[in-house]
């Protein structure tokens, strides 16, 4: 059996018959289905880490009034995910690369960022009693910088002292159907590029000694979970008699082949990346903020 290239934990624990390694709830709240997962034990197959992680599925961006639903549901799950308090200190991480539409996410989140903290040091008097200290930092890639994300967050982290991290980026999901349908929220942190097999530095709290929180969207699929699913469908729908053994021979010799190690992500990025940047925005600043209608 092929192990699935997915940064989802609702997506991991599907590999593995070890039901006491986790716990799985399930709500919908209109069009919007919430998947909890709280991962109790790491184990080979799931390679997730110990916590909480809450996955939000939608089946579409084009409509105003789904979209403020998905927001509100976002903002009720970060709200079961961490409590934050009047004084804590807030820092936004947008990870990715904004050169590349699929993995623009983080940036394009922290570009709609209300950020206050330049106020409370200019005009600490002045600052109205409903917001919180929050900066945002782009640390963009390893390729544009020459130095690891972890390492220049550290150093922000150093000078700005937070009480939480929220981090964004773009992932990897197994499923073509989940493509800019699906956001995921974590309190374990993160590790960037882990779905394609690009693996940094992880976004941690035993990293950076904070607690961090990560948002993420299914952005890009492997082109092999593409195949796969088409081989699937096609033997289904031809009824054609495979034996488990003989279809994974099968889908090992196609998949194999080099053309095929390369991720995919769908026409219409741009204008999800847009919308889906400013549902996790909205979400994120009335979470981090009492109440903008000063602002």
Same mark, same amino acid.
């Not at 699937?232 to 889908?251: G, R």
């Not at 090992?252 to 999800?272: A, C, F, G, W, Y």
């Given at each position: 059996? $092929? ?16 039901? +006491?390694?986790?716990? %799985? ?5 209109? =069009? ?22 809450? /996955?939000?599925?939608?089946?579409? @961006? ?9 927001? #509100?549901?976002?903002?009720? &799950?970060? *709200? ?17 690369? /904004?050169?590349?539409? &699929?993995?623009? %996410? ?7 960022? !209300? ?9 600490? /008097? ?14 963009? !890639? ?6 690891? /994300?972890?390492? @220049? ?46 693996? $940094? =530095? ?17 952005? !890009?699929?492997?082109? +092999?979970?593409?195949? +796969? ?12 008699? !495979?034996? &488990? ?5 099968? %889908? ?7 053309? @095929? ?9 741009? #204008? ?17 903020? *009492? ?5």
């Amino acid at each position: 059996m $092929r192990n699935i290239k997915t940064d989802f934990a609702d997506e991991s624990i599907q590999q593995t018959i070890e039901k +006491e390694d986790y716990k %799985l709830v399930k709500k919908q709240y209109g =069009k919007v289905t919430l998947t909890h997962v709280e991962i109790l034990k790491k184990n080979r197959k799931i390679n997730k880490d110990v916590g909480h992680y809450i /996955s939000l599925d939608f089946e579409t @961006l084009q409509d105003e009034k789904d979209r403020k639903q998905i927001s #509100e549901v976002l903002l009720k &799950a970060l *709200h079961q995910m961490v409590k934050i308090s009047d004084n804590d200190k807030i820092l936004i991480v947008g990870l990715g690369n /904004s050169d590349i539409v &699929a993995d623009s %996410l983080g940036p394009s989140v922290a570009d709609k960022i !209300v950020v206050t903290n330049h106020l409370f040091k200019l005009f600490p /008097s002045q600052v109205d009693k409903d917001l919180r200290r929050v900066c945002v930092f782009t640390p963009k !890639v390893m390729g544009q910088t020459g130095l690891e /994300s972890s390492d @220049l967050i550290k150093a922000i982290v150093k000078l700005f002292n937070p009480n939480l991290i929220i981090a964004i980026d773009s992932l990897a999901s197994s499923s073509v159907k989940r493509i800019n349908k699906v956001i995921q929220i974590n309190n374990t942190g993160i590790h960037p590029g882990s779905g394609i097999g690009n693996f $940094r =530095k992880p976004l941690n709290q035993q990293v950076l000694k904070v607690p961090v929180i990560a948002i993420g969207v299914a952005t !890009v699929v492997s082109a +092999e979970k593409i195949v +796969e699913e088409a081989f699937v469908q096609f033997a289904n729908q031809a009824k054609i008699k !495979v034996t &488990a053994k003989k279809k994974q021979q099968i %889908l090992n010799d196609i998949l194999s082949h080099r053309s @095929l190690q390369m991720v995919v992500t769908p026409k219409e990025i741009d #204008e999800d990346i847009e919308y889906l940047s400013t549902i996790i925005a909205t979400s994120l600043n009335q979470f981090v903020h *009492h109440d903008l209608s000063n602002v």
